[in-house]
């Protein structure tokens, strides 16, 4: 058998082919297997071949002649005596089993010696044959089992993502825990995820050349609807390359959350462009609430903005957010109960003519916010915000809140159960990712827009839409004449 080839005694024969993949599982150490299998092929008289087919690579193993090397004690010696060859030519070994070959073509490589890492050849995978050399020997190194790594990776504007298909046993946990070690091992940060409903894992690089995603080719592909149009805002592009947007209308409510310069100021600046450029102010009003009163400045001449400017004061934003709480909250829950229609966007299609707005309030630096204003007025304005997250999503008012402080304190277990689609982008700590996603992760992002969607209790990585301030100038120039707008 082709493990007594591999213990400590000789001599060896062996007269059928065997698949590498089983000479790991039989042993359960690669590592060793690969050791044991070069030390024999530099032994004289060993013929050790390989074939490689469409199923994997395939090891024979057999004697030619007289073993060199001395026995290590007197039974092997007598064993070897009392398997000597007879004198005279000694013919090679014929195998009696070929392995499988489904391939046209068959590879035969005697003279290479092993690497039972099982590493992907170079010539099979292609621009990225080094990346994926690397993260083999790194999984390895760190003690996961892997039984195949997608050659053909996707490539991402910001990653570029390997489908990694794990070992009989291994946890995605224990790979998660080991993600700084196969950092190490690789050169640079990686992160790792689960792929929804499939068996593979995805083990995510950084690209080199990072690209940028413009906004305006997402905005036209966004879909069209003549009457009561959704709130769609276009949200990032995955590894994949496939756009992904949100609909407020149903999510009802997004928490952006991300460290400075992490991307989560330009995400809202997305938003709001996107919901400006496809609804008009007779179907859409939008709250700014700005605290910094700077990074929404050029949105200052938008015709959507309700009372016509941008809130930058703590007072006033608890003024605007308790209007809407109450006398509009109330009006138009009469209006919904008249009309008997469970939500705005079905009042929009039964009753056009009530002209009936959708509203959405964008708060930035919510922490920030509710830090600055005192304890009275912080309770009261932490509880108009959850009014409204409770119940102004039936009547069309929905919110867009971030935070660079995503403590337990400032996003309480209410918010986040009234805002359950949330956005992280990088995060300083591990517990702010736990905060915001319920998982780590937000700490490793690469930052610029790289992001991390929890929808529906499922995880995606996008890189985000970017959006310039002098775009943003010129679209508001345009949306503020109403004549020019087509």
Not at 152 to 170: D, F, K, T
Not at 343 to 363: A, F, M, S, T
């Amino acid at each position: 058998m082709i493990l007594e080839a591999l213990g400590a005694r000789e001599p060896l024969w062996r007269r059928e082919w065997i698949a590498e993949e089983d000479l790991v599982d039989l042993t359960g150490d690669p590592s060793e297997v690969a050791k044991v299998l070069n030390k024999l092929a530099r032994k004289a008289g060993v013929l050790l071949h390989l074939r490689r087919t469409a199923h994997g690579r395939y090891w024979l193993l057999a004697r030619a002649g007289q073993i060199a090397d001395g026995p290590e004690n007197e039974n092997s010696a007598e064993e070897n005596r009392a398997q000597q060859p007879p004198k005279g030519p000694v013919p090679e070994p014929v195998p009696q089993a070929e392995p499988p070959t489904l391939d046209a073509d068959i590879e035969e490589e005697e003279d290479e010696i092993p690497n039972i890492g099982r590493e992907v050849p170079a010539q099979d995978a292609g621009p990225y044959a080094d990346q994926i050399a690397s993260l083999w020997r790194a999984l390895e190194a760190v003690g996961v089992r892997v039984v195949e790594i997608d050659p053909n990776p996707q490539v991402g504007p910001a990653v570029i993502q390997h489908r990694v298909l794990l070992g009989p046993g291994e946890r995605i946990d224990t790979l998660r825990r080991r993600a700084e070690d196969i950092s190490r091992e690789v050169g640079c940060d990686v992160m790792i995820s689960q792929f929804p409903g499939q068996r593979h894992v995805a083990v995510d690089f950084p690209r080199p050349d990072r690209q940028i995603v413009p906004l305006a080719p997402a905005i036209a592909a966004l879909p069209k609807e003549d009457v009561a149009p959704g709130l769609w805002m276009p949200v990032g592009v995955t590894p994949a390359g496939k756009g992904v947007a949100l609909d407020l209308a149903t999510q009802p409510h997004i928490l952006f959350a991300g460290a400075s310069g992490a991307g989560k100021t330009v995400a809202e600046q997305v938003a709001v462009v996107s919901l400006a450029v496809r609804l008009t102010p007779d179907q859409l009003e939008i709250v700014i609430i700005d605290p910094k009163a700077i990074d929404f400045s050029p949105f200052a001449m938008l015709p959507h903005l309700r009372g016509g400017r941008i809130v930058t004061e703590p007072e006033e934003a608890i003024s605007v957010l308790g209007e809407l709480t109450g006398p509009e909250l109330a009006e138009r829950t009469r209006i919904l109960q008249d009309a008997r229609c469970p939500n705005i966007r079905e009042l929009r299609v039964r009753r056009p003519d009530l002209g009936v707005k959708h509203i959405v309030v964008v708060i930035d630096e919510y922490a920030e916010l509710v830090t600055i204003l005192p304890k009275t007025e912080r309770e009261e304005f932490e509880r108009q915000i959850l009014r409204l997250a409770q119940r102004a999503r039936a009547v069309g008012i929905h919110m867009i809140i971030a935070t660079q402080r995503p403590t337990t304190e400032f996003v309480t277990g209410a918010v986040k159960a009234n805002l359950s689609t949330r956005i992280s982008f990088r995060l300083p700590q591990r517990v702010d990712s736990m905060t915001i996603i319920d998982q780590p992760g937000a700490e490793n992002l690469l930052g610029a827009g790289d992001m991390l969607l929890l929808q529906e209790g499922r995880l995606q990585r996008l890189q985000g839409y970017f959006v310039s301030m002098d775009e943003i100038a010129t679209l508001v120039t345009e949306l503020a004449q109403p004549k020019e707008r087509t």
